[in-house]
């Protein structure tokens, strides 16, 4: 058993994985590119299908003149404590990928499931390095297709916001609640030995 950040996992881990959480409140400290290229870089080496890395990571970093417009594309709840991040960034996946040996692309069955090792490995690092990630779906992708100039071929995955993680009493009232480190479910509930079972 591992305990760490008020969480305790069933089975031993490093302790990292449940220091590692999604908080909403930002100091408001600008990330410095040389740590948002460190988070990439950490991105960089997850594991995809055929080595595809169908990961692409469009970014704007605080009091820059693309923040506002990456600002925009939050949702209004998001948009409320997101404006403190350093940083803000919108995942991307490309949909096909180039088997090693082919002249010619096909499509990928696991562009979002990489993406989103991609993701994981980004979020860990920012908190390694005492920084926080937290991605949302909450924002307008229509819009972010268009104003980001993303080609066909790709799917909006998410938007990420980083920053230095802050003291709860910088978020709105109503969100300070939820400011806490959030459990799981335990593993039996989700891992099942021969054959698939339905959920109780």
Do not use: C
Not at 91 to 114: A, F, N, Q, Y
């Amino acid at each position: 058993m591992t305990t760490a950040n008020q969480r305790v996992a069933d089975h031993p881990i490093d302790p990292r994985f449940l220091e590692r959480w999604s908080p909403r409140s930002f100091t408001g400290e600008a990330v410095p590119e040389a740590v948002l290229l460190t988070l990439f870089e950490a991105a960089r080496w997850a594991p995809s299908s055929y080595n595809s890395q169908p990961w692409r990571f469009v970014y704007a970093l605080r009091d820059t003149p693309s923040w506002d417009g990456f600002l925009g594309l939050l949702n209004e709840y998001n948009r409320s404590w997101a404006k403190q991040a350093g940083a803000l960034v919108v995942l991307l996946s490309k949909s096909t990928l180039l088997p090693p040996g082919k002249d010619r692309e096909i499509p990928s069955h696991s562009h979002s499931l990489d993406a989103g090792a991609g993701w994981a490995y980004l979020a860990l690092q920012a908190s390694i390095s005492g920084w926080a990630a937290h991605a949302m779906v909450g924002f307008d992708m229509d819009t972010a297709f268009a104003q980001l100039q993303v080609p066909q071929g790709y799917r909006i995955e998410a938007a990420i916001a980083i920053g230095r993680p802050g003291d709860k009493s910088l978020l709105p009232a109503a969100m300070q609640e939820r400011e806490v480190p959030n459990g799981r479910v335990a593993v039996e509930q989700f891992v099942m030995e021969g054959r698939f079972r339905n959920e109780v």
